[in-house]
């Protein structure tokens, strides 16, 4: 019976890994449409609920719910099986990116092609913090929040984690007096078999960038930037700028960005190790007490409290870091126009943010040319 439901498991996450673009708004959607409404994994009462709750959690929304659902369907395995088949198509097109885009890069045309994307990249990364600020668009501790965690990390970008935590607890005891609810933030630390001081380095950061990744995926870039371009200097900044291209074209969550630095730093090992760590924390979550405690956890107050401060944590290092990235891209008007361009498409959602990228790298390429 386990065998039939495994495969059945399988044979949808990995399609769905496959052909998952547009962002997990779009996977979400697609695992709604299909297990929820046709399917009948769960009722849609109880899906909403469960996803309310998951989207409180720390962790790439898209692969805790794939993860969930595999679980509910087919037990802790099915839940492991879910998670491995979202992320494995992206995995794969994470490595061939890595291995032959060195032997591209050597190119004129290529370098354009890559500016072009890069500079979309910016442009992408802003606009999809509308879905972060839609709700809390006129609030003014929300915005007072987001400039001081802006700040923060503008001048002491190590410690975004910890204020991520901080905020989000500042909120709860804030409403606190407000409200008559009470909560407990519960966070968790794995411990990983390490193999040298690079690989045990890149394991924990990719893991504390996959645990607080409050929000959305790209949660985890003002951090791993600092940790990956600053701090150990193991990509070039226009290296770090390519693997968020890279991971934002992909299928599936666009945490797989590490994937990418993982394999270019230590190979496969390194990507393996860089992959699992970061979606570590998550997979923890969803496969472990989440599950147990979810009926529980319905309707708390406190949580909605503590989310809003994270997210306002998490907005403010987004902006800090795209304008500190920005600031290595040597801009003419051409670029600077596009990348505004493809922040108002990126907001209105007139063309999927998976094409917007490549597409500003063929338009550059051809702006070049043009003019030259």
Not at 146 to 173: H, K, T
Not at 213 to 228: C, E, K, N, S
Not at 245 to 255: L, N
Request: proline share 4%.
């Amino acid at each position: 019976m386990y065998i039939k439901m495994y495969k059945e498991v399988f044979s949808y996450f990995i399609r769905l890994g496959a052909l998952g673009f547009g962002g997990p708004l779009a996977v979400i959607s697609s695992i709604q449409d299909d297990l929820i409404v046709k399917k009948k994994w769960m009722s849609q009462e109880d899906f909403n609920a469960v996803f309310a709750l998951i989207k409180a959690m720390p962790g790439p929304v898209s692969f805790q719910t794939a993860v969930f659902m595999g679980r509910h369907r087919a037990g802790f395995w099915g839940g492991a099986i879910a998670g491995f088949a979202l992320i494995f198509p992206a995995f794969v097109l994470m490595i061939l990116f890595s291995l032959f885009f060195k032997s591209l890069s050597a190119f004129s045309s290529t370098q354009t092609i890559m500016l072009g994307m890069q500079v979309a990249s910016l442009g992408v990364i802003l606009g999809s913090l509308k879905g972060l600020v839609k709700y809390n668009l006129k609030d003014f501790l929300f915005w007072s929040l987001v400039i001081l965690s802006g700040a923060i990390n503008y001048f002491r970008p190590s410690y975004e984690a910890f204020f991520i935590i901080l905020f989000g607890v500042m909120i709860v005891l804030f409403k606190k007096y407000q409200r008559q609810s009470m909560g407990l933030s519960l966070s968790v630390a794995a411990p990983f078999f390490l193999f040298s001081d690079t690989i045990r380095d890149l394991s924990l950061v990719c893991f504390k960038a996959g645990a607080m990744v409050f929000g959305t995926g790209l949660a985890i870039v003002p951090m791993l930037q600092h940790d990956v371009v600053v701090k150990y200097k193991w990509l070039t900044q226009s290296e770090f700028l390519d693997a968020l291209a890279f991971g934002q074209m992909t299928p599936g969550p666009t945490v797989v960005t590490a994937t990418y630095i993982g394999h270019k730093l230590a190979g496969l090992p390194g990507a393996v190790i860089a992959t699992v760590a970061i979606f570590g924390a998550a997979f923890f979550h969803m496969s472990t007490w989440f599950p147990l405690v979810v009926n529980r956890l319905r309707g708390k107050m406190w949580i909605n409290d503590f989310v809003f401060g994270a997210v306002a944590a998490v907005v403010g290092p987004i902006i800090v870091t795209v304008v500190k990235m920005g600031m290595d891209i040597q801009f003419n008007f051409f670029l600077l126009s596009m990348a505004v361009i493809v922040f108002v498409l990126s907001i209105i959602n007139k063309l999927p943010l998976w094409l917007l990228i490549p597409l500003g790298g063929v338009l550059n390429l051809i702006a070049v040319s043009f003019f030259n």
